[in-house]
């Protein structure tokens, strides 16, 4: 029992560097999410995808990018680092879209 | 838009004193409504969900009930324990364009104290 599994835990990037943030999960859920955490301002979705070949922004998607191919994986892309992207990453399934979500542990990352 | 307000933090309690932690929420249709709760190093866990008007959800002592007339769906605990102390987060989820999308408060910080 697996669920949401993130990885990197911990990254630090130089400005301008790219990276991906890996999410897979093994609930065979359809829905997928991404969000950012900054203290005091609660959690921000950057992308959703409701099943496979099938994504959508939410409030902050400028500077990310995200693919859905499989069902199991969705990962985040930071193409171009920037200091404002310094944030703990969450990424969350479900079954359905009201149903709960659940989440992985997180990656805390430190653009510098 | 669809939106969350939820009261400001932190909150800090005695062990065994009543808790009550605001949300209201915008929404086009008829959102479902949950409360999570997030301990320190963690993920989001899901505490209680509403899925329609005069729903209650209840969990480890913690309720709350969906309230369309005021767009409400307040937490609430009879007796918190030291255990408590976490962040909780209001959050609802409403048909987008591709689907429902799931959006959340900034969260409110609970503290109790021995």
């Known amino acids: 029992n697996a669920g949401v599994t993130q990885t990197p835990k911990f990254r630090i990037l130089k400005i301008g560097q790219s990276m991906t943030l890996q999410c897979t999960q093994d609930m065979n859920h359809n829905y997928m999410y991404w969000y950012r955490q900054d203290p005091g301002m609660g959690l921000k979705l950057i992308y959703y995808?409701?099943?496979?070949?099938?994504?959508d922004k939410g409030e902050v998607p400028n500077g990310y990018n995200v693919s859905r191919s499989t069902t199991e994986d969705f990962p985040l892309r930071l193409e171009l680092a920037a200091p404002s992207q310094t944030s703990v990453y969450f990424c969350?399934?479900?079954?359905?879209?009201?149903?709960?979500?659940?989440f992985g542990q997180g990656t805390r990352l430190t653009v510098v | 838009g669809n939106s969350v307000t939820q009261m400001e933090g932190p909150v800090t309690l005695s062990e065994e004193a009543f808790l009550t932690i605001n949300c209201t929420y915008t929404a086009t249709g008829y959102p479902s409504l949950f409360w999570y709760v997030q301990y320190p190093g963690e993920g989001l866990q899901l505490l209680l969900k509403?899925?329609?008007?005069?729903d209650k959800g209840s969990n480890k002592g913690f309720e709350a009930t969906y309230r369309k007339e005021t767009t409400s769906f307040h937490l609430e605990k009879g007796s918190v324990q030291v255990s408590d102390s976490a962040v909780y987060f209001c959050?609802?989820?409403?048909?987008?364009?591709?689907?429902?999308?799931?959006?959340f408060g900034k969260g409110t910080s609970l503290l109790v104290t021995p």
């Open positions: 969350a399934s479900s079954i359905g879209g009201n149903t709960e979500a659940f």
């Open positions: 959050a609802l989820s409403v048909m987008g364009s591709s689907g429902y999308a799931l959006n």
């Open positions: 509403a899925t329609k008007a005069d």
């Open positions: 995808s409701v099943g496979a070949g099938i994504t």
